[in-house]
């Protein structure tokens, strides 16, 4: 039986209507910071060749390959920093304001990265100048994701939390792939002479506008419900003190935090895989160890293809996670993970552009049952004054040691033993984590987010709830 926050029956005043479009506005707002993000990280990943020509001149390719997906995983070492500092703070002074500073430095980061000079020119300067500007975005991206992800599940209807939630990850999706094509475009313009000397600093210099727009967006919009709602209990909103938020975290929500975090170490690490290691893996990895491997025009367009039929069914589960459940969706990619991890990595070493393509396939498919449900599933497992802070923690304390560093450990335990199944026994890992976890995980579907009241699309809906409830009692 639906009920209202404190616990009594509900009435029309209870239920929180969303207007729908602002609801549209919102997810996009959210959504646009995600682009940036992956749009960086996408960048990064297929001009990491030429990185590490330009930044790391002075070590052996393989050193130099190692260097520049270190300073990848490195940002993510300052990740539960930001998610220490935003977190908290968008639960005490609102989520708006703390997702628009986010998105403003991230894209200031990225910007700063294409305007670094090479390696020739100032010498160790340079590579601590890219580390620096990744640290800014990895600052920046520890409040940005789970703000995001709590920015759109406090406007969601309770019906629809998981579509719209998916649509951060379309997000995700389409500034991956955008980044990918551009960088391709590019390539097959200017040619690897011209991209080497100065073409790669220009998808990094657009990052600038594209977050400019995020910021416009961001600006224009109001609070969410949740957080509305709590401002109304006191006429002097302060929020719970960062002390007393990590005191309720870490000890009356600790099973949560670590539920989050396994979730997000399944999701992560197939996540990162997939989008940052498979081009180094593919184009550099495999050639050196004696197998066919891919050409990098061939593993940018394999890739690209991947990410767009991911983008067609994204959307598509989280609509499908609003009706059946998430934990049936996040255990299938679980378990697609324990049982297809090794093959995924065979195809691969098969070579040829079918295999190739139905390892990443499977692989992306594999992740797309996270990407679907988790922005839905995690603001779900905290309650509403702390669930930035406690989502942020978590995710970022998880993501940084497992998620952001799985390019760069694949890279030294590959280059270390010379075992190219190492992907592939990361990836189970992984699964059986996830596994785990999902099955301790309460379903969230169609239920209100923890300490708020019941959110509807229509005023229709509102009533509908209201006389249901009237009637269970």
Same mark, same amino acid.
């Given at each position: 039986?639906?009920?209202?926050?404190?616990?009594?029956?509900?009435?029309?005043?209870?239920?929180?209507?969303?207007?729908?479009?602002?609801?549209r506005?919102?997810?996009?707002a959210?959504?646009?910071?995600?682009?940036?993000e992956?749009?960086d990280?996408?960048?990064?990943s297929?001009l990491?060749?030429?990185?590490?020509k330009v930044?790391?001149?002075d070590?052996?390719?393989?050193?130099a390959?190692?260097?520049?997906?270190?300073?990848?995983a490195?940002?993510?070492l300052?990740r539960?920093?930001?998610?220490?500092?935003?977190?908290?703070l968008g639960d005490?002074?609102?989520?708006?304001?703390?997702?628009?500073t986010?998105v403003?430095l991230?894209?200031?980061?990225?910007?700063?990265?294409?305007?670094?000079?090479?390696y020739?020119?100032?010498?160790?300067?340079?590579?601590?100048l890219?580390?620096f500007?990744?640290?800014?975005?990895?600052?920046?991206?520890?409040?940005?994701?789970?703000?995001?992800?709590?920015f759109?599940a406090?406007?969601?209807?309770?019906r629809?939390?998981?579509?719209?939630g998916?649509?951060?990850?379309?997000?995700?999706?389409?500034?991956?792939?955008?980044?990918?094509?551009?960088v391709?475009l %590019?390539?097959?313009?200017? !040619?690897?002479?011209?991209? @080497?000397s100065? /073409?790669?600093?220009?998808?990094?210099? $657009?990052? =600038? +506008?594209i977050g400019?727009?995020?910021?416009?967006?961001?600006?224009r919009?109001?609070?969410?419900?949740a957080?509305?709602?709590?401002?109304?209990?006191s006429?002097h909103h302060?929020?719970?003190?960062?002390?007393?938020?990590?005191?309720?975290?870490?000890?009356?929500?600790w099973?949560?935090?670590?539920?989050?975090?396994?979730?997000?170490?399944?999701?992560?690490v197939?996540?990162?895989m997939l989008?940052?290691y498979?081009?180094?893996?593919?184009t550099?990895?495999?050639?050196?160890?004696?197998?066919?491997?891919?050409?990098?025009?061939?593993?940018?367009?394999?890739?690209?293809?991947?990410?767009?039929?991911l983008?067609?069914?994204?959307t598509?589960?989280?609509? %499908?996670?609003?009706?059946? !459940?998430?934990?049936?969706? @996040?255990?299938? /990619?679980?378990?697609a993970?324990?049982? $297809?991890? =090794? +093959?995924?990595?065979?195809?691969?070493?098969?070579?040829?552009?079918g295999?190739?393509?139905?390892?990443?396939?499977l692989?992306?498919?594999?992740?797309?049952?996270?990407?679907?449900?988790?922005?839905?599933?995690?603001p779900?497992?905290?309650?509403?004054?702390?669930?930035?802070?406690?989502?942020?923690?978590a995710?970022?304390?998880?993501?940084?040691?497992?998620?952001?560093t799985?390019?760069?450990?694949?890279?030294?335990?590959?280059?270390?033993t010379?075992?190219?199944l190492?992907?592939?026994?990361?990836?189970?890992?992984?699964?059986?984590?996830?596994?785990?976890?999902?099955?301790?995980?309460?379903e969230s579907?169609?239920?209100?987010?923890?300490g708020?009241?019941?959110?509807?699309?229509?005023?229709?809906?509102?009533?509908?709830?209201?006389?249901?409830?009237?009637?269970?009692r």
């Amino acid at each position: 039986m639906a009920t209202a926050e404190n616990g009594r029956d509900i009435t029309l005043d209870d239920v929180i209507v969303t207007d729908e479009s602002v609801v549209r506005r919102a997810v996009t707002a959210a959504s646009i910071g995600n682009f940036t993000e992956w749009y960086d990280f996408g960048v990064y990943s297929y001009l990491t060749a030429i990185i590490s020509k330009v930044f790391f001149a002075d070590l052996s390719p393989g050193l130099a390959t190692v260097a520049t997906l270190g300073t990848f995983a490195v940002s993510f070492l300052v990740r539960p920093f930001g998610g220490l500092v935003f977190g908290p703070l968008g639960d005490r002074i609102g989520r708006t304001k703390v997702l628009a500073t986010t998105v403003i430095l991230m894209a200031c980061g990225t910007t700063l990265l294409g305007l670094v000079p090479s390696y020739a020119a100032i010498g160790v300067a340079a590579p601590l100048l890219v580390l620096f500007a990744r640290l800014v975005q990895g600052f920046s991206t520890g409040g940005e994701y789970a703000g995001a992800m709590t920015f759109i599940a406090e406007y969601a209807p309770d019906r629809r939390r998981g579509f719209l939630g998916s649509w951060l990850e379309f997000g995700t999706l389409t500034g991956y792939t955008f980044g990918a094509l551009l960088v391709t475009l %590019l390539t097959t313009v200017l !040619g690897d002479d011209q991209m @080497l000397s100065w /073409g790669w600093r220009i998808p990094f210099l $657009l990052a =600038l +506008p594209i977050g400019l727009v995020g910021l416009y967006l961001r600006m224009r919009l109001e609070e969410t419900p949740a957080f509305e709602q709590l401002v109304e209990k006191s006429e002097h909103h302060e929020g719970t003190s960062t002390r007393d938020e990590f005191r309720l975290i870490f000890t009356r929500h600790w099973r949560a935090l670590l539920l989050v975090g396994g979730l997000v170490i399944a999701w992560n690490v197939t996540n990162y895989m997939l989008t940052s290691y498979m081009p180094t893996y593919l184009t550099t990895t495999l050639p050196r160890h004696g197998k066919h491997g891919t050409t990098t025009g061939a593993s940018n367009v394999l890739q690209i293809v991947v990410l767009v039929l991911l983008m067609v069914l994204v959307t598509f589960l989280g609509r %499908l996670s609003d009706r059946v !459940g998430r934990r049936p969706i @996040l255990m299938t /990619g679980s378990l697609a993970l324990v049982v $297809l991890g =090794l +093959p995924m990595v065979l195809l691969l070493q098969v070579g040829g552009i079918g295999p190739t393509f139905l390892g990443l396939m499977l692989m992306g498919l594999s992740l797309v049952c996270f990407s679907s449900t988790a922005p839905s599933t995690l603001p779900a497992m905290f309650p509403t004054e702390i669930r930035y802070g406690g989502l942020s923690i978590a995710f970022n304390l998880f993501v940084s040691a497992f998620g952001g560093t799985t390019a760069a450990v694949m890279g030294a335990l590959i280059l270390a033993t010379g075992n190219l199944l190492w992907p592939g026994y990361y990836l189970i890992g992984a699964g059986v984590v996830g596994a785990v976890c999902v099955y301790f995980v309460r379903e969230s579907a169609r239920r209100p987010l923890a300490g708020s009241n019941p959110a509807v699309s229509t005023e229709e809906e509102a009533r509908e709830l209201v006389a249901q409830a009237q009637a269970d009692r």
